[in-house]
């Protein structure tokens, strides 16, 4: 016979501070694991939604960043006449590019950020998915610049008809870009010749981005490119190359998360084992009245471990309500193959909110195993006799 669950809930209610104090402990420790899990969860999301799967990217043979890549403008003619490549107007679907870091000052770092700056062709923004959400795109030939949306909300300098200075002098900013969650949300473009002008590279810009007829095409191109002698080069995907940016930006984040929950979890273990082993202590003579009731020692042991349960579902409930304010919010963190700044949304979702309920109860069953196991242990006489 099962002791019913009103009963564990009706305890939870008569020691509410009790309750309350250890919910909360559990509570913050899964506060900080839905916030680890909403940046990683953002970050991936950024680079994830980057790659287009017709897209191949061209770099300097054992390249894996754009920054430190070097390509010419000899092996570009080459490339984007391969076969394979998709053609519009009667020209192929290739944008030879330049990517450099600039530094910005924001309010959280008013020493400035580095920010991803991205000298491109017309071309090369139309092949891209975005849509302009104010201004314009740039002309080319012209010292103008199209932002990401997140640089444009993080960065005071970098609002609609303001001005940049980096190069040689003055930009001014004409259009915000969306990218819907990419990266391009992060980086700044401009007219690749004028960009590759100011930094005295004329003939040696970064990568060459290829856009193939389909996707037979797109997994054909990197083993012929990188297969003819004449250019030397790496090629990957557009989403093989953001991918391995998630890994490596998203890695110190969760290691420094985790090990923060580790510890934290700990100290909730105890503190749930502490709430029960005290409630064990002042309702035994409640476990003798239920022993004389008829119920076993499966059920009583059934009925603590679930009152722990509960308590730590609280406490998952409490975290998933103060972290849910943080949805949406815009950060940035660090990218240690560009060297700059990636802007991204915190999102905690649904995925997210599962979780984190899931290592609440894992933390109630660990902490209320033993005292539960020491309630159903004990004997029905001695049990009453105790004050």
Known sequence: MAIPISYNI???IVRKTTTLMTGAGIAMTVAVLLAVLGLVSGLQSAFETSGD???VLVMRKGGNAELTSLLTQEQFQIVKNFPGIASKDGQPEAS?????VINLPNVENPEGSNVTLRGLSRRGVDMRKLRMVAGRPFNEGQREVMVGKSIA????NAQLGKQLRF???LWTVVGVMDGHGSSIDSEIWADGPQVASDYNRADTYSSALLQATDE?????LPKALEGDRRLNVTVLSERDYYSSQTAVSSAPIKFLGFFVCIVMAVGSCFAAMNTMYAAVARRAKEVGTLRILGFTQGSILLSFLLESLLLSLLGGIIACVVVLPLNSITTGV?????FSETSFNIHIGPEVMVIGLFCSLILGAVGG???ARQAAKKEILSALREV
């Open 10 to 12: 009706r305890n939870l």
């Open 53 to 55: 799967p017709l897209h």
């Open 96 to 100: 030879l590019e330049i990517v450099s």
């Open 153 to 156: 909300k993080r960065y005071p």
């Open 167 to 169: 190069g040689r002098g």
């Open 216 to 220: 037979v095409a797109a997994a054909a």
């Open 334 to 338: 660090g990218n240690f193959v560009t």
């Open 369 to 371: 195993l033993l005292p």
